[in-house]
């Protein structure tokens, strides 16, 4: 059975997307079966998994909206070894379809119920907003994982979102929690980008994952070839936090 975790922050701009393909690929390195679920209409995390979003012939809102399983409308990400189901501008749409559909938050967790024996671990990267998308993302995940820069607005974000898991555990989905707060873009050089870190782990104690993910230009230039930066270049930095982060999440997920 599958472990299912939505990547999510309502800040845009935090390392979401480059950390959802990378964990992705990490795992895939450690021979773990691994599904990417982009519902971002921006569909960079397709782009980054090297899968072409102008010419998929099917979608995650195709998904959604009923016309399409998952079994039939995922692809496989050649460069990292996992399977997607990709994103585009058509999801956009979905925002406006899903509120008139019948259990329009539970859409995507009634998909992935179908192929929840073929994976080891489904990543959902979440748009940047609590849209009914992310709703969808979060009902159908056991826990989240949020990227975090480690800045003074970032704070300010993280307790809107940690507010919002609570409601949406308390209402809608009851196995939900929070695995992990993960450090990334780090710059060591910062003062402030250490005492926000110690700030995190005196107030989530073992909830902020040991893994760092420091600032790395390879991990930038990544999708820019359509790959993980892990595939990329698996000797840089920013590679080897993701696949000590990778590692640590299997870890993690025996103590849940």
């Known amino acids: 059975m599958a472990r299912i975790f939505a990547v999510a922050n309502q800040k845009g701009g935090v390392g979401k997307t480059t950390s959802t393909v990378n964990l992705a690929a990490a795992l895939a390195l450690l021979e773990q079966r691994v599904l990417l679920v982009d519902l971002d209409p921006q569909g960079n995390a397709t782009m980054g998994s090297g899968v072409d979003k102008r010419t998929v012939p099917s979608t995650v809102y195709q998904v959604l909206i009923g016309e399409q399983d998952v079994a039939t409308a995922r692809v496989r990400s050649e460069t990292g070894n996992y399977d997607v189901l990709a994103s585009n501008r058509e999801l956009a749409g979905a925002e406006i379809e899903l509120v008139e559909l019948e259990n329009r938050e539970k859409r995507l967790k009634q998909a992935l119920a179908v192929v929840d024996g073929e994976y080891d671990f489904i990543l959902v990267d979440c748009p940047p907003s609590l849209s009914m998308l992310t709703l969808n993302g979060l009902c159908a995940a056991n826990g989240v994982i949020i990227p975090m820069q480690c800045e003074y607005y970032a704070l300010e974000g993280l307790s809107d979102l940690v507010n919002t898991i609570k409601q949406v555990h308390a209402k809608l989905n009851r196995d939900l929690k929070i695995i992990g707060l ?11 980008s250490q005492q926000v870190s110690a700030q995190l782990e005196a107030h989530f104690g073992d909830k902020v994952f040991k893994a760092i993910i420091p600032r790395n230009v390879r991990l930038a230039e990544a999708p820019s070839h359509g790959l993980p930066g892990v595939v990329f270049d698996r000797g840089s930095k920013g590679a080897q936090a993701y696949i000590a982060f990778a590692a640590e999440m299997i870890g993690r997920i025996k103590t849940i």
């Open 182 to 192: 993960l450090r990334v873009m780090f710059d060591p050089r910062s003062t402030l």
